[in-house]
C-alpha cells in the first residue's frame, strides 16, 4: 500500500524549469514536499526522497495525510 501511495503522489507531481537553470518539482496534495535539482530526473528523484521523508514524519507524529486515489495511510484510533 505504501508503494502504490508513493507512486499515485509522485504522479500528481508538477514540474517546471527554474530561471537559474535547475528544475523545481512540488506534490500539491501533499504539503511541504518539493524538490531542486539540475537535472529533470534528479529533481524527480529528489522530490520522491522528500516524499518518502514527509510520509514518515507524519505516520510518526500522527499527522492527518491526504487521501490518494483511495488510498488512505492514516492510522485510525481505535476506541476500546
Request: with cysteine.
Amino acid at each position: 500500500m505504501l508503494t502504490k501511495y508513493i507512486t499515485t503522489a509522485m504522479q500528481k507531481a508538477t514540474y517546471e524549469l527554474l530561471e537559474d537553470g535547475t528544475f523545481y518539482g512540488e506534490i500539491p496534495e501533499c504539503q511541504g514536499v518539493w524538490g531542486n535539482a539540475p537535472t529533470p530526473e534528479a529533481c524527480r528523484e529528489d522530490l520522491q526522497d522528500a516524499l518518502e521523508g514527509w510520509i514518515i514524519l507524519g505516520l510518526r507524529f500522527s499527522h492527518t495525510l491526504p487521501i490518494l486515489k483511495g488510498i488512505d495511510l492514516n492510522i485510525s484510533q481505535e476506541v476500546a
